[in-house]
T-cell receptor, first 113, second 113 residues
Framework: GQQLNQSPQSMFIQEGEDVSMNCTSSSIFNTWLWYKQDPGEGPVLLIALYKAGELTSNGRLTAQFGITRKDSFLNISASIPSDVGIYFCAGLNYGGSQGNLIFGKGTKLSVKP | DTAVSQTPKYLVTQMGNDKSIKCEQNLGHDTMYWYKQDSKKFLKIMFSYNNKELIINETVPNRFSPKSPDKAHLNLHINSLELGDSAVYFC????????????FGSGTRLTVV
């Protein structure tokens, strides 16, 4: 089945630094999504991307849908302690009545105050 | 109001038992899902279900079965629990076609002893 390669697997950064993570796939997706998971909680949607080449921001977060539709990246600027968590990319192909959301393996972000 | 709610939050049980996890969504979504998150935090889809179609991931043992009494509920029933079933299980829902991604519950941590 489809698989997403997400990197890096983990990051340890200083508060205030910028962060970048990316996701690649061997096949194309109609939609790319980025989720964040806090400890003990479910994934929460951060950004959704619908068109190849699309660049979207949500506060300090910026994400792009790759031109080839096989990749996406997420940038976090000026990181703060509450950015700590696991970030997942997800690719979605939808058709008919149901979509099929495939997740990357996650990037664990640690922020040192 | 919680959009997607799961109960229980934690479940500890012995091998061989049968258990159920309940899920309810108040978003009016057409489709519901169950995901399994393993110890490495990898999220893998188990089932997707709407009132017309059940799609089962072929890797899911037949000891696992989804049961939907109505559109707003999708419960997960597990027979003859095994040690390897220990994981966090997430319920999710989406509108028809899942164009905007999924909304996740906060998870049920299942521990089989």
């Amino acid at each position: 089945g489809q698989q997403l390669n997400q990197s890096p697997q983990s990051m340890f950064i200083q508060e205030g630094e910028d962060v970048s993570m990316n996701c690649t796939s061997s096949s194309i997706f109609n939609t790319w999504l980025w989720y964040k998971q806090d400890p003990g909680e479910g994934p929460v949607l951060l950004i959704a991307l619908y068109k190849a080449g699309e660049l979207t921001s949500n506060g300090r977060l910026t994400a792009q849908f790759g031109i080839t539709r096989k990749d996406s990246f997420l940038n976090i600027s000026a990181s703060i302690p509450s950015d700590v968590g696991i970030y997942f990319c997800a690719g979605l192909n939808y058709g008919g009545s149901q979509g099929n959301l495939i997740f990357g393996k996650g990037t664990k972000l640690s922020v040192k105050p | 109001d919680t959009a997607v709610s799961q109960t229980p939050k934690y479940l500890v049980t012995q091998m061989g038992n049968d258990k159920s996890i309940k899920c309810e969504q108040n978003l009016g979504h057409d489709t519901m899902y169950w995901y399994k998150q393993d110890s490495k935090k990898f999220l893998k889809i188990m089932f997707s279900y709407n009132n017309k179609e059940l799609i089962i991931n072929e890797t899911v043992p037949n000891r696992f079965s989804p049961k939907s009494p109505d559109k707003a509920h999708l419960n997960l029933h597990i027979n003859s629990l095994e040690l390897g079933d220990s994981a966090v299980y997430f319920c999710a829902s989406s509108p028809r076609g899942a164009t905007y991604g999924y909304t996740f519950g906060s998870g049920t941590r299942l521990t089989v002893v």
